[in-house]
């Protein structure tokens, strides 16, 4: 009965999200895709350390929006850390942007996950905004220089989906 009760909670949480999101960007241009600038950004990490987009650069990243209540994103995350791993060394970058949550909530996940790369506390939707997030999992590759390649939005990508992706903007560099 109560995890009946949690997951009608998780999911109202989710259409209120949405409703959100969806409301605050009425009137704005398409979403973000292939050939645009990604938005550029600062952040607090966990630790409160600011985190700028910018340092990025030179780097082929992947710019991902999650929360915890986001079934795919959560199935999708160890799949990115495990191509994090792979990858880092060769010039990959994560950046996974939590959305509107607690640094406790998201600690829980980074733990859960034994989560190697950064993650990003968008508390107030600004940089969701900017990206124009309707709606999770998003993400966003973007080259070393900070042009978007691949927005993925809705699918879970599998550890064999990101590892062709990195591969392929890895050989570009």
Not at 27 to 37: A, C, E, F, L, T
Not at 108 to 135: C, H, Q, S, W
Not at 140 to 161: A, H, L, P, Y
Request: proline share 5%; charged share 20%; net charge positive.
């Amino acid at each position: 009965m109560q995890q009946t009760r949690l997951q009608v909670l998780l999911i109202l949480t989710g259409i209120c999200f949405c409703a959100i999101v969806w409301s605050g960007l009425a009137g704005r241009p398409d979403p973000i895709d292939s050939g645009q600038i990604a938005p550029t950004f600062t952040l607090p990490n966990l630790t409160g350390t600011k985190v700028n987009f910018e340092q990025a650069l030179g780097k082929v990243s992947l710019v991902m929006f999650w929360a915890s209540w986001c079934h795919p994103c959560m199935k999708e995350m160890p799949e990115v850390q495990a191509t994090f791993k792979k990858y880092k060394q060769q010039g990959f970058q994560v950046l996974a942007v939590n959305f509107g949550e607690s640094n406790t909530t998201a600690k829980k996940i980074v733990n859960r996950f034994e989560l190697t790369f950064p993650v990003l506390m968008d508390r107030r939707g600004d940089v969701a905004a900017d990206y124009r997030v309707l709606g999770l999992p998003l993400s966003f590759f973007v080259d070393s220089k900070g042009v978007v390649r691949e927005r993925v939005f809705g699918k879970i990508m599998t550890k064999e989906d990101l590892d062709k992706r990195v591969k392929h903007y890895l050989s570009e560099v």
